[in-house]
T-cell receptor, first 115, second 116 residues
Framework: GQQLNQSPQSMFIQEGEDVSMNCTSS?????WLWYKQEPGEGPVLLIA?????ELTSNGRLTAQFGITRKDSFLNISASIPSDVGIYFC???????????????FGSGTQLTVLP | DTGVSQDPRHKITKRGQNVTFRCDPI?????LYWYRQTLGQGPEFLTY????????KSRLLSDRFSAERPKGSFSTLEIQRTEQGDSAMYLC??????????????FGPGTRLTVT
């Protein structure tokens, strides 16, 4: 089946630093999504990307859909303590009819922000 | 709160017992998904519904698992004869998918199942 490789697995950064994480796939997707999950909670949608090459921002978060459709990255600028959590990428492949299919998730990047 | 809700949030059961979880999606969403997540991993797809029709099931969904969405609104996931390997977080998500234009899947808080 499809596999998503997400890196790094974990990051320890100082408050105020910028963060970058990425996701690569062995096959193409036509939608990329980034989620954040905190302990005991479900993933929360941060950014959705629908077109190859698309660059989208949500506050301090910026994500890009790779041109090859096999990768995506997420940047967080000027990190703050509440950015702590696990960040997941997820790819989605739409059927030829246009209807969406299930998400395939990466294994997550654990982010720790040190004061 | 108009987000996805799940009940119960936690369930502890003995091996061999049956359990049932409920998911209430965002009201205008026509698609409902079930995922399972184990520690240190991302969620893995189990099954999804378009309105009341169950359109796809993962190989992870053994015969002991059954899901329903009888009126196209809430959904239930039942696990029969639970095994210790069923211990996981069970996540429900919903989305609005019209003419192929999806707007992302929104997740509930999950049900944490522990099988002893």
């Amino acid at each position: 089946g499809q596999q998503l490789n997400q890196s790094p697995q974990s990051m320890f950064i100082q408050e105020g630093e910028d963060v970058s994480m990425n996701c690569t796939s062995s096959s193409i997707f036509n939608t990329w999504l980034w989620y954040k999950q905190e302990p005991g909670e479900g993933p929360v949608l941060l950014i959705a990307l629908y077109k190859a090459g698309e660059l989208t921002s949500n506050g301090r978060l910026t994500a890009q859909f790779g041109i090859t459709r096999k990768d995506s990255f997420l940047n967080i600028s000027a990190s703050i303590p509440s950015d702590v959590g696990i960040y997941f990428c997820a790819g989605q492949l739409r059927r030829s009819s246009g209807s969406a299919r299930q998400l395939t998730f990466g294994s997550g990047t654990q982010l720790t922000v040190l004061p | 709160d108009t987000g996805v809700s799940q009940d119960p949030r936690h369930k502890i059961t003995k091996r061999g017992q049956n359990v049932t979880f409920r998911c209430d999606p965002i009201s205008e969403h026509n698609r409902l998904y079930w995922y399972r997540q184990t520690l240190g991993q991302g969620p893995e797809f189990l099954t999804y519904f378009q309105n009341e029709a169950q359109l796809e099931k993962s190989r992870l969904l053994s015969d002991r698992f059954s899901a329903e969405r009888p009126k196209g609104s809430f959904s239930t996931l039942e696990i029969q004869r639970t095994e210790q390997g069923d211990s996981a977080m069970y996540l429900c998500a919903s989305s609005l998918d019209l003419l192929g234009r999806g707007l992302g899947q929104y997740f509930g808080p999950g049900t944490r199942l522990t099988v002893t």
